[in-house]
């Protein structure tokens, strides 16, 4: 799907609409130290077998892909989800 650069949206923080510049996504690296994660791991720890079942295959074929919005006049960032899409490509507007 090809999505714009540039989107006009709603700025709660402008209260009006303002152009978002429009960027993919990506989530950071997982940190070990967060209890979370140590509590994860701390699971999986045992006597040989796991304590959580071996994923064997994954059903969906698809991600949500998240948008990062951020506003051209005071740089407020919306995250929205655009939905399920094997590729989002971000074009220019005509």
């Known amino acids: 799907m090809k ?3 540039v989107v006009k949206v709603y700025c709660p ?3 009006a609409y303002t152009e978002h510049t429009v960027t993919i ?3 950071g690296k997982r940190r070990n130290l967060a ?3 140590r509590r994860y791991l701390r699971k999986l720890k045992g006597y040989g077998s796991s304590r959580k079942p071996k994923q064997k295959r994954f059903a969906k074929t698809t ?3 998240v948008v990062k919005l951020q506003c051209r006049q ?3 960032v919306l995250m929205r ?3 399920r899409l094997k590729k989002l490509e971000l074009a220019e507007a005509k």
């Open 3 to 5: 999505f714009p650069k």
């Open 13 to 15: 923080r402008c209260n």
């Open 25 to 27: 996504y990506s989530h």
């Open 35 to 37: 209890e979370g994660q």
């Open 63 to 65: 991600k949500k892909i």
């Open 74 to 76: 005071c740089g407020y």
């Open 81 to 83: 989800t655009v939905g």
